[in-house]
Structures are given as structure tokens and as C-alpha cells.
């Protein structure tokens, strides 16, 4: 993404007041784009209510890109952490002039509930992680609240219908070409959200997806179905 797609999303979130969350995570290394920096500051001067997170690999990471990410307007910095604890003394000679509520490690290895981590299966597109067919089978029947709580947007402004579909068979609208209430309330997105509503699971990739949808964004979930039923 560049700052001026960017600057598209984030003013129009700006005039609609948004104060939720706005995260940079999904597909590929945010830090790997040289633009970021400018990005994140795109999002903050629209959105000064917002709360603005990053997750990175922290393979880009140094001082000085930390302290010009927090300068930007950043709230909060997820590392995540792949090889093992040793990576932590790293980064932590990193940020030891950070508040540590304004970072956090998310640890990758061993042995993940222990680490407050769910293995999912990514809408069938990792067949490869040891989910069982009777995890899935288990779900059938069960609501799915991803599409009612979290917007997902790709690198070009493309938007996914969730966050978990990473084959991309559902793009359901641009940001770059139609507003954010367009897209949130397209045909193809209220189509997925009123099967889902029923617990009608399915369509791919629902129908190979190992997610509990249903563990976040009750809220929400209820508020769009009321808008359904009016």
C-alpha cells in the first residue's frame, strides 16, 4: 500500500470518527514496505482516536525504526517470535526506552495454547497442521461473527470478506474505487453474513475452515443482525 491509499481509507474513517482498531497484519512483512513509516502517520492524523497496532517479524527492527514508528503515531508493536526465547534479549536491547505496554512478544514455538495461541487452519489453505475433519465437522451449525466485526484489507485496497480466507476467493469490493459502507454492506458481503447468521457453513472456504468464529465480536454480530431484521 502506499501513503496515498492510505490517506484514502483513513480520511474517510477519519470523517466517520472512527475510534476502534486498525491493525497492520494479514499477508507479508509490513516492514519490509519503505513507506510505512508514512502510512502509519496517514492513519494517525485522520484517526487520532485510533488505535493503531502493528505485527512484524522484527527481522527490519532497530532503534531507530522503532522510535520513528512510535513518532508516527503507532500505539502498539506485536513481535513475533519464531525461533525461540532467546530472540527476546534481541529485542528487548531494542526497546528499552519504550513503555512496556506499548509492545508485546508473541511466541511461535513449542507448545502454542501454552502460549495463548490458536492453530487454525486458515480456511483449509494449511491441510498440513494436524486439524482433524471432526474439528471442522464440529462448527457446522455454529454462527460465524468475523464478517460482522473486522474489516480486511489488502495491500491494493481489495477487501476480503475475512480474515481468515487467505485463498482470496472472496474479494467483496476495493476501497480504492467504492467507500467503506459500500463495501461493508455489499451484496456479496450481506449474501456470506446472512448464511453465517444461520450457522450455514457451507460454502467455501467456510466449509473447510477449523475457526470458531464465534469466540469475538458478539457485539457487533448482534448490531448488523438487528440492521438485517429491520
Avoid at 530472540?87 to 514455538?109: C, G
Avoid at 507448545?111 to 497442521?129: A, P, Q, T, Y
Wanted: one cysteine or more; hydrophobic letters at 35%.
Amino acid at each position: 500500500m502506499t501513503p496515498k491509499g492510505a490517506r484514502t481509507i483513513a480520511e474517510e474513517l477519519g470523517n466517520n470518527s472512527y475510534i476502534g482498531k486498525i491493525s497492520f497484519s494479514g499477508f507479508g512483512e509490513n516492514l519490509l514496505n519503505p513507506q510505512f513509516v508514512s502510512i502509519i502517520k496517514e492513519f494517525r492524523f485522520n484517526c487520532p482516536q485510533a488505535t493503531i497496532e502493528c505485527n512484524t517479524n522484527g527481522d527490519k527492527l532497530d532503534e531507530d525504526y522503532i522510535h520513528a514508528l512510535y513518532r508516527a503515531g503507532l500505539d502498539l508493536l506485536y513481535i513475533n517470535l519464531y525461533d525461540g526465547i532467546e530472540q527476546m534479549e534481541h529485542f528487548e536491547s531494542m526497546l528499552t526506552n519504550i513503555r512496556e505496554d506499548q509492545y508485546k512478544f508473541r511466541m511461535h514455538w513449542g507448545d502454542f495454547e501454552k502460549h495463548g495461541l490458536i492453530l487454525n487452519n486458515r480456511s483449509g489453505v494449511m491441510d498440513w497442521i494436524g486439524i482433524e475433519d471432526s474439528d471442522i465437522e464440529s462448527l457446522k451449525g455454529k454462527p460465524c461473527h468475523y464478517p460482522f466485526y473486522k474489516m480486511f484489507v489488502d495491500w491494493n485496497g481489495d477487501v476480503l470478506f475475512c480474515s481468515n480466507d487467505w485463498g482470496k476467493e472472496h474479494v467483496v469490493g476495493n476501497l480504492m474505487q467504492s467507500t467503506l459502507h459500500e463495501v461493508w454492506f455489499s451484496k456479496p458481503m450481506n449474501k456470506i453474513r446472512k448464511r453465517l447468521m444461520k450457522g450455514d457453513r457451507s460454502h467455501s472456504p467456510c466449509n473447510k475452515c477449523s475457526v470458531d468464529g464465534s469466540l469475538f465480536g458478539k457485539p457487533s454480530f448482534d448490531l448488523i443482525k438487528d440492521y438485517y431484521d429491520k
